[in-house]
């Protein structure tokens, strides 16, 4: 029996030609797998680093907030629009509390949602001029950065009920502690406190 040899050669190169489509197709099928592999791991690490994105912007509008507040207090206080024992309406109406959000004409949220309480310090006491304020709710991590970076502008600072800056004393070293627990006592030593994912601050700014 004879073989046409052009026949032959024709066979040989359609079955090249399939066998390289089939490799061709699994080639594709691998990269693809591999391309959708990435773009979850891509999209992963993004959710996992927004939030944590969100939480620093935050923390930067929350302390521009304050320093401009700081500012604010002083300018207030040198002109007389700021009395001692100021109402919380009256401190807004002095313009000390621009830039915060304020959902209603005297509700004042800090960035991260928490509520905000400030009066004019009382006669007679440290500062003698200036606000006092009462800010709820910062995330342990944030709460940390914004005790460090703003410890020199305030003239007193209590976290989660724990003494940080007095008229005579400051421990910087008791913030990371504060932050993360409840229930230490004013000196941050008492008991082993409870854990705690938020905290919550007492300053005052002085005039």
Same mark, same amino acid.
């Given at each position: ?7 032959? +050669?024709?066979? %040989?190169?359609? #079955? ?26 891509? #999209? ?13 912007? %935050? ?11 700081? @500012? ?10 700021? /009395? ?15 830039? !915060?959000?304020?959902?209603? /004409? ?12 400030? /009066?004019?310090?009382? +006669?007679?006491? !440290? ?26 502008? !305030? ?16 421990? +910087?070293?008791? @913030?990371?502690? +504060? ?12 008991? /082993?406190?409870?854990?705690?994912? %938020? ?9």
């Amino acid at each position: 029996m004879q073989v046409n040899a052009g026949a032959l +050669a024709q066979f %040989k190169t359609n #079955m090249t030609q399939r066998l390289n489509k089939r490799r061709q197709r699994g080639v594709t099928l691998v990269e693809l797998a591999v391309a959708v592999a990435v773009m979850g791991l891509i #999209m992963a690490g993004a959710m996992m680093g927004v939030p944590r994105l969100m939480a620093s912007v %935050k923390l930067t509008q929350e302390i521009k907030d304050w320093q401009m507040a700081s @500012i604010s207090v002083q300018n207030a206080v040198a002109s007389g629009r700021l /009395a001692n024992a100021a109402t919380q309406p009256q401190v807004i109406a002095a313009g000390i509390v621009d830039s !915060f959000n304020k959902p209603t /004409a005297t509700t004042i949220l800090n960035r991260f949602g928490g509520v905000v309480t400030v /009066a004019g310090v009382a +006669a007679g006491t !440290f500062p003698s001029s200036g606000v006092t304020v009462t800010s709820a709710d910062y995330p342990t991590e944030q709460c940390k950065e914004f005790g460090s970076k703003l410890l020199n502008v !305030f003239s007193t600072l209590s976290i989660n009920g724990v003494e940080i800056k007095t008229r005579s004393t400051e421990n +910087a070293t008791r @913030i990371n502690d +504060a932050c993360g627990s409840t229930d230490l006592g004013a000196d941050g030593a008492g008991d /082993a406190g409870v854990a705690s994912t %938020k905290a919550d601050m007492v300053f005052t700014i002085a005039g």
